[in-house]
């Protein structure tokens, strides 16, 4: 990375600013903004988090769908010393709740409705001792808190936004695994900041190029490969709320989009979109996609059919900072669709057998990464951090693969059960907790089964309480108040038993076998 560039996100804000002053930088509906007008309302909104109270090192949490407030919201936050707690539009209230403590987040912004889903109900009865506000970003609550911070001087603005340091954290990402509680990972402003150069760099992401954000903001596919990867490069951020493959092409012609990234199934969606109202969607440059496997033939007429002359894979997770591996510009369509990419530059991976040994080229084992992609560790959990990354700083994966003579990797399993809706991560052990704050269920085990259009949807085995009697529909029905709507099961089958082990343990590959 070269020495010139910013270190902090609200750096990269200022250098975008100056360097891209009056080129397009955000565009939400009626809403047009200069990034130099981008930086005057991050500065609002930094000014108002300090009349706020906003100390540095202090949690913001956000729960909104992509829209320009989220990211001026995020900067502001950032600017002002704080750490960023980004927040599923999906999660229900008790997992809501469960973030809102273990992050320790003082305060809260959200969406007043979002698919029908009042924000401010959802945390009804629930006990958060640190939050101490909650700021509504549609409406009148989001201009008084801005009108608030207009007795914050410019300097005191500055000497905030300064004072942020490429080592301190700048986001919380809550991710989930093996112990069913979610995890906080901490990424540092440098770190961010470096990744997503490298990433820019090898997809090609330019100025000029104009990005329609369709991956969620709070996942790090919307945040930091979405609109933070469009500050460091020029082009223009244009957030889409919901994916509606229809709309998605409309808006591929009227506002002549370049870049768009997101899970196979989104460009599966778009394809069918196209095949039943041909478009001219000559302005589509790149693409990146992953978080599933991905056909060779997909590939080929997302060249062919939509017109992208760059379409890569990656391969990345949370505790990376996002990325691990990326494709480049002018791999084959099969090594794209058999492959997710070699490692980020100046970066270390390694597969190794159940010892820990390294494993020749071609052979198959857990994939280990170093460097400076690798988090900074669990929030408040060094025991997990201890079991994640060793001495030596290797962060285990969890994910099986193999590195080809190339150096390019292929993912062959995953060691921690996960499996992947609609290019979202779901975790057995989460869901099966989940499923078990319900009064009739003793025990559920949950497997990833495929679907023809998600990739994989969850099942879950239930074992009931004695004396209880309930239904698939009613149960679906309880999960989907309660969890988000990409981790509930499709069906539910009732047992006396489950499958177990001689330790115990739930036997996952019999579950699947009778599936």
């Excluded at 750096?11 to 130099?36: G, I, N, Y």
């Excluded at 990354?389 to 059960?417: F, P, S």
Aim: hydrophobic share 45%.
């Amino acid at each position: 990375m070269p020495e010139t560039s910013p270190t902090t996100i609200p750096a990269a804000v200022t250098a975008a600013a100056r360097r891209w002053h009056d080129a397009p930088a955000l565009e939400d509906s009626a809403l047009r903004w200069t990034f130099a007008e981008l930086e005057r309302e991050a500065r609002r909104a930094c000014a108002a988090f300090i009349a706020a109270g906003l100390a540095p090192g202090e949690r913001v949490a956000i729960q909104e769908p992509n829209t320009a407030r989220w990211i001026v919201a995020a900067i502001g936050a950032q600017a002002a010393g704080g750490i960023l707690v980004p927040l599923s539009t999906r999660l229900k209230g008790r997992e809501t709740g469960f973030i809102l403590r273990r992050s320790g987040a003082r305060l809260l912004l959200h969406a007043s409705e979002f698919l029908g889903v009042r924000y401010a109900d959802l945390l009804d009865g629930l006990e958060l001792p640190a939050l101490e506000c909650r700021i509504a970003t549609d409406d009148a609550d989001w201009n008084a808190f801005l009108a608030a911070g207009a007795g914050v001087s410019s300097g005191t603005v500055d000497e905030r936004w300064q004072r942020v340091a490429g080592s301190d954290i700048a986001d919380i990402l809550f991710t989930s695994g093996t112990t069913g509680e979610p995890k906080g990972v901490l990424s540092s402003h440098a770190q961010n900041i470096r990744v997503f150069e490298a990433w820019s760099d090898i997809v090609g992401l330019t100025a000029g190029d104009r990005y329609l954000v369709v991956n969620p903001f709070f996942h790090t596919f919307g945040y930091k490969a979405g609109w933070l990867a469009c500050l460091l490069r020029g082009a223009t951020i244009l957030p889409l709320a919901l994916f509606d493959a229809d709309v998605v092409m409309r808006r591929i012609v009227a506002d002549r989009i370049s870049v768009l990234p997101g899970p196979p199934t989104l460009f599966q969606s778009l394809l069918v979109s196209h095949e039943k109202n041909p478009a001219a969607v000559s302005s589509l440059r790149l693409a990146v996609t992953g978080a599933a496997s991905v056909p060779v033939t997909l590939v080929e007429r997302m060249r062919t059919e939509l017109g992208f002359g760059t379409v890569v894979t990656a391969y990345g997770l949370t505790e990376a900072t996002g990325v691990v591996s990326v494709c480049r510009p002018g791999d084959s369509p099969e090594r794209i669709a058999r492959t997710c990419g070699a490692p980020l530059p100046d970066t270390e991976v390694r597969i190794v057998d159940d010892a820990g040994i390294e494993v020749p080229r071609g052979s198959e084992g857990e994939i280990l990464v170093r460097g400076y992609n690798v988090m900074q560790g669990y929030y408040a959990d060094a025991d997990a951090t201890r079991a994640t990354i060793d001495a030596n700083g290797w962060l285990r994966t969890g994910d099986i693969g193999v590195m080809d003579e190339a150096g390019y990797l292929r993912i062959t399993d995953r060691k921690k059960d996960l499996f992947i809706v609609g290019g979202f991560n779901c975790y057995p052990a989460e869901i099966e907790n989940l499923l078990c704050a319900h009064p009739d269920i003793a025990q559920a085990a949950v497997i990833g089964v495929p679907d023809e259009r998600l990739g994989e949807v969850a099942h879950a085995w239930v074992v009931l309480r004695p004396g209880a009697a309930t239904a698939e529909a009613p149960l679906i029905a309880w999960c989907r108040d309660n969890m988000a709507n990409y981790k509930v099961p499709r069906r539910i089958h009732f047992v006396a038993a489950l499958p177990m082990t001689a330790s115990g343990k739930v036997q996952r590959f019999a579950l699947r076998g009778a599936s």
